[in-house]
């Protein structure tokens, strides 16, 4: 099956940094998300980006499908930034494979 | 909005307990999915649904059975509880091709002693 990897694993920023997380994977792929699991657990969709540029206030994803990999980029992070980024990919009808995760804290 | 609701945020149950989860969507979307969710693990797919009436396997089946007799409701069910299905469970749904994203409900978090 499709491997996704997510780094980094843990990142830890200051309030007001910006940050990059990534998510490669390891086939072709024609569906990917990028969730936010708040702390009690929800997982909130940022954005659904198969391919090309989205952006959602200080929240930005490209993926370059050609090249089996994804961005999401946080600006001017908030303390409400904190938690686990999770990305998914999938081939088949919305079951998807997830990665590990990077664990975000923003620091005051 | 889709949203995606389950029927408890958390659950305590005993060992060779029959455990129903349910899951239920208000956006007649085909398709529906149960994973669980482990420290170090990840989350993983237990089961899914392309229908009413049908089922396919995911990753981690064993020990779990779904049903699904309505289009909006996704039932897990745990058919002899253990201690070692003490986790995250977590609901989502698809509404299949145009509706690409996949949605999750708030999870229910089961603790089997």
């Known amino acids: 099956g499709i491997q996704v990897e997510q780094s980094p694993p843990d990142l830890i920023l200051q309030e007001g940094a910006n940050s990059t997380l990534r998510c490669n994977f390891s086939?072709?792929?024609?569906?990917l998300q990028w969730f936010h699991q708040n702390p009690w657990g929800q997982l909130i969709n940022l954005f659904y980006?198969?391919?090309g540029t989205k952006q959602n206030g200080r929240l930005s994803a490209t993926t370059v499908a050609t090249e089996r990999y994804s961005l999401l980029y946080i600006s001017s992070s908030q303390t409400t930034d904190s938690g686990v980024y999770f990305c998914?990919?999938?081939?088949?009808?919305?079951?998807?494979?997830f990665g590990d995760g990077t664990t975000l804290t923003v620091k005051p | 909005d889709v949203k995606v609701t389950q029927s408890s945020r958390y659950l305590v149950k005993r060992t060779g307990e029959k455990v129903f989860l349910e899951c239920v969507q208000d956006?007649?979307?085909?398709?529906m999915f149960w994973y669980r969710q482990d420290p170090g693990l990840g989350l993983r797919l237990i089961y899914f649904?392309?229908?009413?009436?049908?089922?396919e396997k995911g990753d981690i089946p064993e020990g779990y059975s779904v049903s699904r007799e309505k289009k909006e409701r996704f039932s897990l069910i745990l058919e002899s509880a253990s201690t070692n299905q003490t986790s995250m469970y977590l609901c989502?749904?698809?509404?299949?091709?145009?509706?690409?994203?996949?949605?999750f409900g708030p999870g229910t978090r089961l603790t089997v002693t």
């Open positions: 998914a990919v999938g081939t088949n009808a919305g079951k998807s494979t």
């Open positions: 086939d072709s792929v024609n569906n």
């Open positions: 980006i198969p391919s």
């Open positions: 956006m007649d979307h085909e398709n």
């Open positions: 649904s392309y229908d009413v009436k049908m089922k």
């Open positions: 989502a749904s698809w509404g299949g091709v145009g509706t690409y994203e996949q949605y």
